[in-house]
């Protein structure tokens, strides 16, 4: 059946740009650039797709790395938050601290025992 409502068409479900199907990647650009290495030297030291790797693999590590020192950073600035409100308690409390009477009378107990 055809749409009812022909001011307002149906979406195509596939999208007609490859960038979309696939994301941003552009998959012809890595195959002109090992297009570049003779047969039968693609993988020596000096090829194309070691060059290729080193590139993807710094755009990765150095996204990682951001990504870790922001997590590092909030995971100190929490201890940090932390710290300083668990140190103001104890503070507080060690002023309530009071020796135990049971061993306040232990010790007389035993002065007074000791000299007789």
């Known amino acids: 059946m ?3 409502n022909p001011s307002n068409p149906t979406p195509d479900p596939t999208p007609a740009d490859p960038k979309q199907a696939w994301g941003p990647l552009n998959q012809n650009v890595n195959y002109d650039k090992l297009a570049s290495d003779r ?4 993988l ?6 070691w060059k290729m790797y080193t590139e993807e ?3 990765y590590d150095t996204e990682f790395t951001r990504e870790r020192n ?6 100190l600035l929490f201890a940090t938050l932390f710290s300083a409100i668990v140190t103001a308690f104890i503070i507080e409390s060690a002023n309530l601290l009071e020796q135990n009477p049971s061993d ?4 007389l107990l ?4 000791q000299s007789q």
């Open 2 to 4: 055809d749409n009812p």
């Open 39 to 42: 047969i039968g030297e693609e």
């Open 44 to 49: 020596n030291p000096n090829a194309t797709i």
């Open 57 to 59: 693999a710094r755009e």
């Open 70 to 75: 922001e997590n590092l950073n909030n995971m």
């Open 104 to 107: 306040i009378s232990a010790q």
């Open 110 to 113: 035993l002065m007074l025992v």
